[in-house]
């Protein structure tokens, strides 16, 4: 059980790596790079189609690669 739940955390890491650099980049220039975008910050911008999908995928695929690293730990501990 141990080592089959390690496989699937292995492959779920490589999925996460996988949507978060598949998700477009925010940024419109090199100057907000050293303002920090923060003009963009606490303007109201919902996301919407393709990046929509990308950013609930990286959220569902985090909080699973969560649980299966806190259900590894206790495993583990025995």
Known sequence: M?????GVMIVLSILIIISVMMQ?????????????GADQL??????RGFEAVMQRVTAV???????LAVM???LGSK
């Open 2 to 6: 141990y080592k089959f739940l390690l």
């Open 42 to 47: 606490f303007g109201k911008q919902k996301s």
């Open 72 to 74: 590894l730990a206790f």
């Open 61 to 67: 695929l985090g909080t699973v690669w969560a649980v």
């Open 24 to 36: 477009p980049s925010k940024q419109n220039s090199a100057a907000s790079a050293f303002t920090g």
